[in-house]
């Protein structure tokens, strides 16, 4: 009987093991993360977009350099870095467009989240924008989609298609916009003031529609009018419009670890630039560049000389070998190189704010569009000379203090736009206006890299680096500068039939292909 | 040694090659596997019938075996002995053979029921009667009660000794009252008993707890014999993995068993030991196989810490909580069949571990180990040393010159006159070549160890304390643990028994080692120029007025070795319990009933800090720079098992039946802390922090199990052995969470079967076979997508995203293992040879491969289970007896393991997928059609014939290439040992080959001017051996340290990889077993015992590195070399006492 008896309950036992296992759901559901949150979080951590831009568009632009090879090089050598590179590919696919096509993805059909939407749209094409900028043909319309459609290999889209796509996306999401609809106000750039929302699309839409100026006049023409159309909210019209990321002591800058990371002891500021600031005595250059005694000896740089007439800017062309036979050659403070670097105490200090679209930038747009007529409103000189004081007058960018005001006086800034060089003359309208967007571009060099290679002002000197990439090589066919950075080498040993076609479509995924708007 | 200890056991059982005495092997006699058919139950042939000339006894006695079904039990030795015989009897009785056998040798037998117990005859009388000769008798009984018969009797140090009749009776002279007897037989424990001033001494054996027969520990702990096993399941001997000088006990199994194959990482005392059996199962970076310790499952995951720029910490895994000198017995399960009882937790084999009890100890049993190493580190640089430190030609003209180039040796030749150096200093501008052991130290490990144990027939105890304490070879740096051991069994009735195991361990871990760049000391000391002595900087390492560090290079992340070691701190303590209680019920004499439940858990509580003022960190906004990070993880598995027994004879045939459940319910969390910039200097707190990142995260899953084996046997020769178990998981779609392994084996006894057309030399023959899936479990929450809100707002704007960067995949299965296996032993020649072969082929199939996918789909990976791959090969260990003497014996095993593998699909159209990447250059990927572990990495830019083009004298890069694979193919050892008399001899020479690496170090000594490939162009410039495009030679000159940093930055590998076969005589083991010295104190045992590990690297084919100086735990980086501390040799001292 005993036996029986322990059998029974073994085999009850057993039934209450194995029998109800309704708690495995509950087990395999993640207890401390969330399956669903409100999509304007997403929406503020898209916000936050950080790239390394210096290794290759400051150094193209000729703002930011180094003179070392090996680990820091890239645009400094017109050499092909992948990790470099890649930087901008992975980072905003990875943060940005993951988030922002599944929020847009979540909110599409919600009538109760219309401005969400357009806003998640216009973030969306922004990011695209920058980066057809970069690589040219990109994945756009199977992007981000892994878990969404279960699109592991996306392919890749015609640039051009996808550049009329953002373009029709900002037009409609401006549209959509509606101050009596949904309050946004958990968003960052602007609380959710759809005004300066209307402004940022509509000067994206600027922005897009003056690529086309090489190419394709009378679509650059409308794409402007279109953006500049009054009865759709305008333009961004003052430095309280700008788009920008306030970086503060907690929430550090995320792009300028350069500045102060582990490598901030090779990093110089180009001699053009130096000596553009330098030969008009530009206000700003006391606020751009420094030289400081102490390098390389740990964290303490030591007190920096800011004196404009002391500057000097670090060439191209040299390495760290032969920059002892370039003209005005200062030497060496220890390791560093006695050329000036951004300093540490303004723009470039840790918790520096990061700009991303600005009033300033726009102005000097608009001064083109209506020296080239595509718009008829204004004049060149007023649109000129707004965009250099916009950017003069840009917060925290030239103070020591976190969103500080800009110390640059009225009087300096009057002095400046007398100076021989910047007085605007109409005559070489296109060149003055866009040498100070290539200035107002200081840290948001992907810009100042689109708006070099549409424009081709500045007017830079190649490299000529030797043993540089055959493609950018002017021996070889290149002009002596990149043209476009290459894709991820990841994209080509995982999603290479679909890069391949891309790169075919192109005419190869090299740093010599033109982007559509720069042929 | 292994193979040896197999075929002892098989022949003397489990307790008798305990190799601390000669003796007892010589005297212990009998023959296993022959005994244990007494329980066979046929009548006896009384008659004999036997007509041979010249043959050995041995032939004989298995003729008249066969005829007669009697067993024999006999001293090997002492049957050696015995001349050629010839027979010559018809239908004769068992004893007139015997008879006729023995009339002219030294041998004397007895009959009882269907044994026959051989023993040398006893000695003539003694002639010359010593004054104070004394004659002890007396009756031996087992614990009964029962007389025993053929009981040994020997007086230690002596060839005396004499065997017990069937009444148990013994007499024997001994020459004085100091003298030992010795009183052993098959199966019992053996006893040993000081004569004193008694002349009669009644001696009660017990059973040992080893049954006669070769017993292995087979999954869920049950106990199967040897030769029913129809797979490869190996013993190891624990002598053998409990030699001193591996705080990680699991190092010692490197090179010991056929198709393991075991990497002591160079990553400190503390590390983990990396063991795969059967290659590599799948693409996953932890192919560990299950640690089973007494029935439940111990989490073997190694644990790690992160650090920044740097590779993680490895802060040991679960073998590190287990005391070796607690190990009862090992078994290795190696295949799929063998450990397919284990379901989804199979797929890499398992290692069954019991631990010792305190059974059969009537007294109170006292052991006691001691043991001292110390590590002695191994220097394999051999760099360049006539250019010093310096860049582009130029030797440093200042200090800060020389703080910004500690980093390279592109300077000028030596002159040896004085230049500016790191330190502040000026020194004579000579090499420095001794870098390694001017900067490391000896580690010191001390291990100690105390067992009391007793028994009696109630139950029993055995509680055991150790404690390691240990440094690292990099100064500032230790370990220590501390292990408590409690085994607990107590009869509650005749048939309830209970069972309690519990470990209890304390570890910690202060400043362990780590590769990568930042904060890594062997980064630092490896890159440092060739003329810096790293002593220098001992109290020059910060400055005096900042307090920060004083850099020594221009790359601020390589940070002064000296700030590394005493600013930058590490702490990790683990506190980790596991055990089991078990109630097993005995419902009839056939038939019991087994509960169970089993604990793992841990805590580890880790911190470590980012010092104010190192070189590299960015300046702060506010406060200072710098900061701390603290992290507190906790593991717990819980396992509720139950199993019924049942087992039965029915003539010929039985039946051994078990069924059983498991459910395991296992979770872990974490709970982080880290911050960034500090409010109040060198206060290392998260309270002191500025910018505070907390993190909590969890995982949990249950698995339910139903498991069940039947064995079915015939004839005791032929053995089928069928399993079954349906896992149900927790983490899958309910739809299709429910998945059958099934497994199928058997055995073939051929030498029992036919064993009259055996001829003589052979003893033992068995085929075995078998076919079982198994399978491979999926992490939780990977069917789902989740978000996450960031720790800190932005400006008052809270955020959130994606959690993660895999796409979640709802439909994932646990990946299968499909093996084969089939394989052979032999024992020959009474022994002296014996061979045992397994081949394999062991398919994984529905791999989860957790691929890369496009970063344009919005995250890195996924996971999908698609992947295929093979591994197969051979294991043979072959073991020969070549002398075997009275006092003299030499064994030499030797075994040998090939492996190959080959990944046969990835997902649909992908050739290849990319695992992991190395600190500085190389990548792991696995590629469609190549074996697994492919090293990739960038080539030169080639023209079609295969030159190398160059761009104004500069190479270029090219396409990227698979150099070979990380996985040695060919893994075998040589084990010698040499037993005289007390003194026992181990010698172990091992070997990897087939493989390659990619060395950090190499391409790092490369572009920084140290290595021997550097030195072309140091005038003049490198003019490359390599052609323009244009397809003209290349003629154009390129200055040295240019050239060279072109490896770094355009990432050439193909300089960097290396074969990474190599020999190495691995261990060097004397032990002198002291017993008789003190035989007449109270210590029952004692053994010495000195040990060498890394004698002498026989052949290798890197420079500057050991090829086994690997520190990385997971096999997404397998033969990706990078800087890590280098290896050492070590020297132990052990002594072992009883009581």
């Not at chain 2, 037998?109 to 044994?115: A, E, G, S």
């Not at chain 2, 469609?928 to 572990?933: A, F, I, M, R, T």
């Amino acid at each position: 009987m005993k036996r029986k008896y322990i059998i029974i309950t073994s085999l009850l036992l057993l039934i209450n093991l194995y029998g109800c296992e309704k708690d495995f759901v509950e087990t395999n559901t993640n207890p401390v993360l969330a399956t669903s949150i409100d999509p304007v979080y997403q929406l503020v951590a898209s916000q936050i977009i950080g790239i390394d831009i210096v290794h290759y568009e400051g150094a193209i632009v000729q703002q930011a350099q180094n003179l070392l090879g090996g680990a820091e090089e890239g645009g400094n050598r017109n050499t092909n870095v992948d990790g470099f590179g890649s930087n901008t590919f992975n980072s905003l696919y990875g943060n940005q467009i993951q988030n922002l096509v599944d929020i847009v993805n979540t909110v599409k059909d919600d009538p109760g989240k219309t401005n969400l939407h357009s806003m998640a749209r216009i973030l969306k094409a922004y990011c695209f924008q920058l980066l057809v900028d970069r690589y040219g043909d990109v994945p756009y319309s199977e992007a981000g989609l892994a878990y969404l459609a279960g699109i592991t290999f996306p392919k890749y889209d015609d640039q051009e298609g996808i550049y009329e796509d953002i373009a029709k996306e900002l037009k409609e999401a401006v549209d959509v916009l509606d101050a009596s609809k949904d309050d946004v106000s958990g968003e960052m750039y602007f609380g959710g003031d759809i005004s300066k929302w209307k402004k940022f699309g509509n000067s994206l839409l600027l922005r897009v529609g003056m690529r086309y100026t090489k190419i394709d006049e009378n679509k650059a023409k409308s794409l402007v009018g279109i953006a500049t159309d009054p009865a759709r909210g305008g333009v961004m019209s003052s430095n309280e419009d700008n788009v920008v990321l306030k970086s503060n002591s907690i929430q550090l800058n995320p792009a300028n670890g350069f500045i102060t990371g582990s490598v901030r002891n090779i990093w110089h500021i180009g001699e053009p630039f130096i000596d553009f600031l330098k030969n008009n005595n530009d206000p700003r250059l006391q606020y751009i560049a420094a030289l400081y005694p102490n390098s390389p000896s740990g964290s303490d740089p030591g007190v920096p000389n800011t004196n404009p007439a002391d500057q000097i800017g670090c060439p191209y062309g040299y390495t760290d070998v032969n920059v002892v036979n370039a003209p005005k050659y200062p030497g060496k403070n220890g390791s560093t190189f006695k050329y000036s670097q951004f300093n540490r105490s303004t723009i470039g200090r840790i918790d520096a704010w990061l700009y991303y679209v600005t009033y300033a930038q726009t102005q000097l747009l608009l001064a083109e569009a209506r020296q080239r007529g595509y718009i008829t409103t204004g004049t060149v000189k007023d649109y000129y000379e707004a965009g250099i004081k916009g950017h003069m007058t840009q917060l925290d960018f030239w103070t020591s203090v976190s969103g500080g005001d800009s110390p640059i006086t009225q009087e300096e800034l009057d002095t400046y736009l007398q100076q021989p060089e910047i007085a605007f003359n109409p005559s070489s309208g296109l060149k003055q206006i866009n040498e100070q967007y290539w200035v107002a571009c200081l840290m948001i060099w992907h810009e100042a890299y689109a708006n070099f290679r549409r424009s081709g002002y500045p007017q830079l000197k190649p490299l000529n680096f030797p043993g540089e990439d055959p493609y950018v090589s002017i021996a070889t066919g290149g002009d002596g500068f990149i043209h476009r950075l290459t894709y991820p080498l990841k994209e080509w040993s995982i999603n290479t039939t679909n890069v391949q076609e891309a790169a075919d479509r192109m005419g190869g995924d090299n740093m010599g292909t033109r982007i559509f708007w720069d042929n | 040694m292994q193979m040896y200890e197999k075929f002892a056991r098989i022949r003397y059982g489990n307790k008798l090659p305990n190799l601390l005495s000669s003796q007892i092997i010589m005297r212990l006699s009998c023959i296993l596997f022959m005994v244990s058919m007494s329980v066979s139950a046929f009548a006896f042939a009384q008659r004999v019938t036997l007509n041979r000339r010249n043959v050995s006894l041995t032939t004989v006695i298995k003729e008249i075996k066969r005829q007669s079904g009697y067993n024999f039990l006999y001293d090997a030795g002492a049957l050696s002995l015995a001349p050629l015989v010839s027979v010559d009897v018809t239908n004769a009785s068992v004893e007139e053979v015997l008879n006729e056998c023995f009339k002219n040798l030294p041998l004397s037998y007895v009959i009882r029921n269907n044994n026959i117990i051989i023993s040398k005859r006893k000695s003539e009388p003694i002639k010359l009667i010593e004054k104070n000769q004394i004659t002890v008798t007396g009756t031996v009984t087992d614990k009964e009660g029962m007389p025993m018969l053929g009981v040994n009797i020997t007086v230690n140090g002596t060839d005396m000794g004499t065997i017990t009749d069937a009444d148990g009776k013994y007499s024997i002279n001994v020459l004085d009252n100091q003298a030992v007897l010795q009183f052993s037989f098959i199966g019992f424990e053996t006893k040993e008993v000081i004569v004193g001033s008694r002349t009669v001494i009644n001696v009660d054996l017990v059973e040992s707890a080893q049954q006669m027969d070769e017993v292995v520990v087979t999954a869920l702990g049950i106990k199967r014999a040897a030769k029913s096993i129809g797979y490869s399941a190996t013993s190891v001997n624990t002598d053998e993995i409990n030699t001193p000088g591996s705080v990680n006990f699991g190092n010692n199994l490197l090179g010991k068993v056929a198709g393991v194959n075991v990497n002591a990482l160079g990553s400190g005392v503390g590390g983990t030991s990396k063991i795969r059996i059967r290659g590599q199962s799948s693409f996953g970076g932890d192919n560990s196989p299950l640690i089973v310790v007494n029935g439940v499952p111990l989490n073997n995951a190694p644990t790690t810490a992160g650090n920044p720029n740097a590779q993680e910490s490895d802060l040991g895994d679960g073998l590190q909580s287990i005391n070796p000198d607690d190990i009862e017995s090992m078994t290795v399960l190696k295949g799929a069949s063998a450990a397919a009882l284990y379901g989804f937790r199979a797929k890499d084999g398992v290692i069954i571990i019991t631990t010792k009890t305190g059974a059969n100890t009537p007294g109170l049993g006292i052991e006691f180990r001691s043991s001292y190493t110390a590590a002695q580190p191994l220097d394999f640089t051999d760099f360049q040393y006539e250019y010093g430190q310096g860049e582009f030609g130029v030797r440093p003209a200042s200090v800060s010159d020389a703080r910004s180039t500690g980093g390279w040796s592109f300077g000028t030749k030596f002159d040896g006159q004085p230049i500016w150096s790191i330190d502040g200093k000026q020194h004579p501008y000579v090499p420095f070549k001794n870098r390694i052991n001017a900067f490391y130290r000896t580690g010191n490990n001390i291990t100690n160890s105390v067992a009391l144990s007793h028994g009696n027939e109630k139950g029993s105890y055995r509680l055991s304390v150790s404690n390691t304490d240990a440094t690292n070879i990099t100064p500032n740096s230790d370990y220590n643990k501390m292990i408590f051991d409690l085994s607990l069994n107590y009869k509650i009735t005749e048939k309830l028994t209970t069972q309690l195991n519990a470990n209890y361990s304390i570890d910690e871990n202060k400043n362990p080692p780590f590769g990568g760049q930042r904060f890594s000391i062997p980064n630092s000391i490896m890159t440092m120029a060739n003329s810096i002595d790293p002593r220098w900087m001992k109290d020059s390492y910060k400055d005096p007025e900042t307090g920060g560090e004083v850099p020594w290079t221009r790359f601020l992340d390589r940070t002064n070795w000296y700030w590394s070691a005493y600013e930058r701190l590490q702490k990790n303590k683990k506190n980790r319990l596991y055990g089991n209680i078990v109630l097993n019920y005995q419902l009839a004499s056939w038939l019991y009933l087994q509960g169970r439940v089993g604990l793992d858990r841990y805590f580890m509580d880790h911190e470590v800090n980012d010092p104010t003022g190192t070189a590299a960190n960015r300046p702060v906004a506010v406060g200072y720079d710098g900061g701390f990070s603290q992290n507190k993880n906790t593991f717990r598995e819980l396992n509720m098992d139950f199993l019924i027994g049942a087992n039965k004879t029915f003539g010929d045939f039985g039946i051994d039946a078990t069924f059983g459940g498991n459910r395991m319910d296992q979770s872990r969390d974490n709970l982080s802390v880290s911050v960034t910039n500090l409010y109040i200097r060198d206060l290392y707190t998260i309270g002191n922090g500025i910018i505070k990142n907390p993190n909590y995260s969890y995982s949990g899953k249950k698995v339910n199990s139903l498991y069940g084996s039947l064995n079915l046997s015939y004839k005791d020769y032929l053995f089928l052995n069928a399993t079954a178990r349906n896992d149900w998981f927790s983490t899958l779609n309910p739809q299709s969470n429910s998945y059958l392994y099934p497994s199928i084996s058997g055995s073939f006894l051929l030498s029992e079967a036919f064993s009259e057309l055996m001829p003589s030399w052979i003893d033992y023959v068995k085929l075995r076979g078998s076919y079982a899936e198994v399978g491979g479990d999926t992490d939780p929450y990977s069917d789902n997508l989740y978000y996450d809100m960031a720790a800190n707002t932005y400006n008052g704007y809270a955020y959130g995203s994606i959690s993660g960067s895999t796409s979640p995949n709802p439909n994932l299965r646990p990946l299968k293992v499909k093996e084969v296996e089939a394989g052979m032993e032999l024992i020959l020649l009474d022994g002296r040879l014996s061979f045992d072969a397994a081949f394999y082929r062991k398919n994984t199939v529905d791999e989860i491969l957790n691929v890369d996918i496009p970063n344009s789909s919005g995250y890195t990976n996924t996971t999908v289970n698609v992947g295929r791959l093979r591994n197969q090969g051979v294991e043979s260990l072959l073991t020969v007896v070549p002398v075997r003497k009275n006092s003299f014996t030499w064994e030499a095993g030797i075994n040998y393991t090939y492996n190959i593998s080959e990944v046969l699909k990835l997902a649909a159209g992908q050739p290849i997928i990319n695992v992991g990447s190395s600190t500085f250059v190389g990548r792991l990927a696995q590629e469609v059609g190549k074996p697994l572990g492919s090293l990739r990495g960038y080539d030169y830019l080639r023209n079609d014939e295969g030159k190398i083009i160059t761009i104004d004298g500069r190479f270029q890069r090219g396409d990227e290439m698979t150099f070979g694979s990380g996985i040695p193919k060919h893994i075998g050892g040589l084990l010698n040992t040499f037993t005289y008399k007390s003194f026992r001899v181990f010698a172990q020479v091992d070997f990897k080959a087939g493989h390659k690496l990619i060395s950090d170090t190499d391409w790092n000594m490369l572009r920084s001017g140290h290595h021997k490939k550097s030195l072309p162009g140091r005038e003049g410039g490198v003019i490359f051996d390599g052609v323009n495009p244009d397809g003209s030679p290349n003629t154009t000159a390129v200055e040295a340290e240019s050239f060279y940093t072109d490896y770094s930055g355009k990432r050439i590998t193909t300089e960097s990889v290396y074969n990474a076969s190599f020999i190495r005589w691995r261990t060097l083991t004397l032990t002198y077993d002291a017993s008789n010295l003190i035989s007449n104190t109270f210590i029952d045992r004692m053994s010495v015992s000195a040990n060498i590990n890394n004698v002498l690297m026989i052949k290798s084919y890197t420079d500057n590195i050991d090829p086994e100086a690997v520190s990385q735990v997971s096999d997404t980086q397998v033969g990706l070399e990078s800087i890590s501390i280098p290896t050492t040799r070590s020297y132990s001292l052990s002594v072992n006492f009883k009581f």
